[in-house]
């Protein structure tokens, strides 16, 4: 690997450049400022596969400013120090972005292909939720923990910890769920008192760009605090992860390329809290509500079309009910609306990319050529970046398809013997994200405890909160995003002591 690693935070398409004189719909965010960059580039509406518009593609220089803004806003801008500031300035960003909704619904779901009902939640009301949630945490979260005294060399110390702001943040994000994965970083290091210089998605750039000028336009957030960039130069993410004047990177995005980013931070020892891929398992035991579990895999595995890290991807079923739990599952595929996202009766839009439904494609062209059964799906629909609900069976555990991540509306179904062959099966994973089991209570518990995973789902349960813990075990990520834990990535601890007199 060179010392300046290509380093890129998406699986979808290659940007297009534009003459240096096209306009950007939207600016970047530096040192205070709103401002253009030489070049820009185009991103398209993955549901009609048009150009929505352009944004500034950022250059090394671009990069090196944020970070230096962000260095001498941590420094002496008092903000890591300002508890009451950072309050009033999460309030103000909370307002903005309720106020805003609508535009930001709207710029979602034509640059994500974000249908409305995810509008509703994981796409934009629940990140919205998480500023809201950070700055009550902030109020009441104690930065001082009293240790008491201790006796040392014949006189009694006094010990305390303090809580202080890590530093300088790198927050590069991936295209498939931009509000929520910028504002999961955003919220917790503005909290915490941290400066930010948060890098948009080459596919998705221009609805975190919106970010930035709603932070530029309506907060007393001071200059350097929060830097917004777009770019497709690859190298632009590399400044970030390399610049010794960054103190920690944060990044959510494939595991390949979280691998990069920790090797390219390892030159200076950068923190690193890295959220990444997934292939977790739903497990149906033999005493499960089997309507139930059909209806959670099959519709949960085609929201976004399969693109999110902790869908369950691998089916699970007791090799005696395989066909009967096939077919409820297929029944259900052939009940998902998909298509225009805009149209509130959709239920699944598009993927990001040309390129990303070929990958999809591709992997389940080689997944049937290896033996797997295309039981239903498999096609690509326009226009725009469409691709039917798929449901494959005779799936090998090893297999490509049952290991590596699709991201796309990709369901593979796995037989199993017993409760122990499937804790196998599902920890068989370089990954460790999230999981789900169905089946009475108490022993779907037992199974979930058995899991790798750092999140679970019993009989349908819902997880995913703001004030909920979200990352992986093993190749899934490092760090926790979201709840307490989320603001703590984000915290330094410093001890003190003093002598006691007398």
């Known amino acids: 690997m060179s010392e300046t690693p290509t380093i890129a935070a998406t699986n979808g398409s290659d940007p297009v450049r534009e003459p240096a004189h096209e306009k950007a719909d939207r600016r970047m965010l530096i040192d205070g400022k709103l401002v253009d960059a030489a070049r820009t580039f185009a991103t398209v509406n993955p549901a009609t596969g048009e150009v929505l518009g352009h944004a500034p593609d950022a250059s090394i220089a671009d990069a090196e400013a944020a970070v230096a803004a962000a260095r001498r806003a941590f420094d002496h801008s008092g903000w890591a120090t300002d508890v009451a500031l950072r309050i009033r300035c999460l309030e103000q960003f909370h307002r903005a972005l309720v106020a805003n909704r609508d535009d930001l619904a709207a710029l979602t779901t034509a640059e994500v292909g974000a249908t409305a009902a995810l509008n509703l939640g994981a796409q934009l009301d629940q990140p919205i939720a998480i500023v809201e949630y950070y700055l009550n945490l902030l109020r009441d979260y104690p930065f001082t923990e009293d240790l008491g005294n201790i006796e040392s060399r014949g006189m009694q110390h ?140 099959a519709f949960s595995m085609v929201t976004h079309a399969g693109q999110g890290c902790a869908l369950t991807s691998r089916l699970l079923v007791p090799r005696k009910h395989h066909d009967e739990i096939v077919e409820l599952v297929k029944a259900n595929f052939g009940h998902v609306r998909y298509g225009d ?77 017993d409760d122990d062959d499937a804790v196998r099966i599902a920890n068989n994973s370089i990954y460790g994200l999230s999981g789900a089991v169905f089946g009475s209570e108490q022993r779907a518990l037992g199974i979930a405890r058995r899991i790798r995973t750092g999140t679970f789902s019993i009989n349908g349960g819902n997880y995913f909160s703001p004030d909920s813990p979200f990352g992986g075990y093993k190749q899934s990520g490092i760090g926790r995003e979201m709840g307490v834990a989320g603001l703590e990535e984000f915290l330094e601890s410093k001890t003190f002591a003093v002598p006691v007199a007398g």
């Open 341 to 417: 996202p805009t149209d509130p009766g959709t239920y699944m839009g598009p993927l990001i990319s040309e390129k990303q439904r070929d990958k999809v494609d591709g992997m389940v062209q080689r997944a049937v050529q290896a033996g797997a059964t295309l039981v239903t799906g498999g096609e690509k629909k326009g226009p725009g970046y469409f691709y039917t609900p798929t449901l494959l069976t005779d799936v090998d555990p090893d297999s490509e398809i049952a290991q590596e991540e699709v991201f796309g509306p990709v369901l593979a179904v796995i037989a199993y013997d």
């Open 158 to 297: 006094h010990r305390w910890v303090e809580k202080e702001a890590g530093g300088v943040v790198a927050a590069i994000i991936a295209y498939n769920y931009p509000n929520q994965l910028a504002l999961a970083k955003l919220a917790p290091a503005l909290a915490a008192g941290c400066t930010v210089v948060l890098k948009a998605a080459p596919d998705t750039p221009l609805i975190t760009l919106a970010l930035g000028e709603l932070i530029a336009e309506h907060t007393d957030i001071p200059a350097g605090v929060v830097n917004v960039l777009s770019g497709a130069d690859p190298q632009v993410g590399a400044v970030l992860t390399t610049d010794p004047d960054v103190d920690m990177v944060t990044f959510t995005g494939s595991t390949p390329t979280g691998r990069a980013i920790m090797a390219a931070a390892s030159s200076t020892l950068k923190r690193v809290f890295l959220e990444l891929g997934g292939k977790s398992a739903a497990i149906v035991l033999d005493d499960a509500d089997f309507g139930t579990a059909a209806v959670f895999s």
